[in-house]
Structure formats: C-alpha cells, structure tokens
C-alpha cells in the first residue's frame, strides 16, 4: 500500500502545481478562398479554477493517508 501513498503525493504535488502554472490555449481561425489562407492563430494562459485544484489536493491528501493506515 505504499504504492498508494506516492501516487497521493504525486496528485498532491500537481494540485499545488496547478494554483501556479497556466494552461496554454491556442485557437486558430481563418478564411480559405481557392489557394489563398488567410489565418490568425491565438494564444492564451488559462489558468484551473481554484476549486478544482483544491479537490485535486484533497484527493491527494486522502490518498496518502489511506496508503499510510494500510500497513
């Protein structure tokens, strides 16, 4: 079960990783006439609503504990 407590850290780990971190987003919109392409590609930071990371947190956190109860 020990397994199950490094797996918990790890999830811990990228929930406090994913208060800090963006997300890239890229979009790409455009116009084809014949041959011609005519594109605009955009990109933005999108960052993980907050409460989505604390779940992530406490899953990890419960994770832990239950890999360190099952000795």
Same mark, same amino acid.
């Given at each position: ?21 963006? %997300?890239?987003?890229?979009?790409? =919109?455009?116009?084809? !006439? &014949? @041959? ?19 779940? %992530?947190?406490?899953?990890?956190? =419960?994770?832990?504990? !239950? &890999? @360190?109860?099952?000795?």
């Amino acid at each position: 079960m020990k397994m199950l407590f490094w797996i918990g850290l790890v999830v811990l780990i990228l929930g406090v990783a994913s208060f800090f971190i963006p %997300v890239p987003h890229s979009e790409t =919109s455009g116009i084809k !006439a &014949g @041959n011609i392409n005519i594109g605009v590609q955009t990109t933005h930071d999108e960052r993980v609503p907050y409460w989505i990371s604390g779940l %992530v947190m406490v899953g990890g956190i =419960s994770m832990m504990l !239950a &890999g @360190n109860r099952a000795k």
